[in-house]
C-alpha cells in the first residue's frame, strides 16, 4: 500500500509505504530499491512503525538499495513500513504540472501476480485535476471540500506514479481522452461506409 499526501503544495509529496511479507520474520530485515527522476529526489527517510530515521542520500537517476526492518503488523503479520518526503515532485509540462512519485519497493519477488496486490492511492487539493496518469488505472476515488482522492490497484508494484495536473479546478481534454475520441470515430466510420456498402450490394435470388 503507498499512501501519497500532495494536499501541502510547498511541502512536496509525503509518501508512507506499507508492505505485508511472508517468509521472512520479524526482527530481519529487507532490501529495498527506489529510483530518482530528475527533481523528485526521496529524501528523510523513516523506517518502521517508530519512525526512525535512515540514511538515505539519494542522487539523480539512480536506483538507491536501503534494509527496512520487519516488524509484527497490526494484523499479525510480517509487515515493512517506511516514510519519505518528495521536496519538488512536479515540473512544468506547458501549462500544467507533470509529477513523478518514486515508489520504495520491496526486492523481494511476490508469491504470485494477482490483481489487488498493490494499491495506492494520492491525495491532492480539491481545485486541483489529475490525468494522463500512470498507472493508467489511476482514478478518482474521493472528492471532499479541501481534497480529492484518486486510487489505484495493481497486480504488479510500480517504480513511480506519474501524472499530470492542472490547478485551475477545470477539466481538460488529455492525450487519452483525444486517442479514445478518434478510436471512437474510426469505429462509427468503418461501421457507416460497411453499412452503406451493405445498402448498395444487390440481394440474391434466394430460388
Known amino acids: 500500500m503507498v499512501h501519497a499526501d500532495l494536499t501541502d503544495a510547498a511541502a512536496g509529496a509525503h509518501i508512507r509505504v506499507e508492505y505485508v511479507v511472508t517468509g521472512v520474520e520479524p526482527g530481519a530485515s529487507v ?5 530518482t527522476f530528475g527533481s523528485s529526489r526521496p ?24 534494509e527496512l526492518p520487519v516488524e509484527m503488523g497490526p494484523s499479525g503479520d510480517a509487515w515493512v513500513v517506511a516514510e519519505y518526503t518528495i521536496a519538488s ?12 512519485l518514486p515508489v520504495l519497493s520491496l526486492d523481494l519477488a511476490p508469491d504470485e501476480s494477482r490483481p ?28 471532499g471540500e479541501e481534497r480529492r482522492t484518486w486510487s489505484v490497484e495493481l497486480s504488479v508494484v510500480p517504480a513511480t506514479i506519474s501524472f499530470r495536473v492542472h490547478t485551475d479546478g477545470r477539466w481538460h481534454a488529455g492525450l487519452p481522452f483525444v486517442l479514445d475520441v478518434l478510436a471512437a470515430l474510426i469505429i462509427v466510420g468503418f461501421s457507416y461506409f460497411g453499412w452503406r456498402h451493405l445498402r448498395q450490394t444487390p440481394g440474391e435470388d434466394p430460388s
Open 31 to 35: 532490501p529495498a530499491t527506489i529510483l
Open 116 to 143: 489487488g496486490l498493490f494499491s495506492a492511492e494520492v491525495i491532492v487539493p480539491a481545485h486541483w485535476t489529475v490525468s494522463e496518469a500512470f498507472p493508467t488505472g489511476l482514478r478518482e476515488a474521493s472528492r
Open 43 to 66: 529524501s528523510g527517510l523513516r523506517v518502521g512503525a517508530a519512525g526512525a530515521p535512515a540514511d538515505f542520500s539519494p542522487g539523480p537517476g539512480r536506483a538507491h538499495i536501503v
Open 89 to 100: 515532485p512536479f515540473r512544468e509540462d506547458g501549462q500544467v504540472l507533470r509529477g513523478h
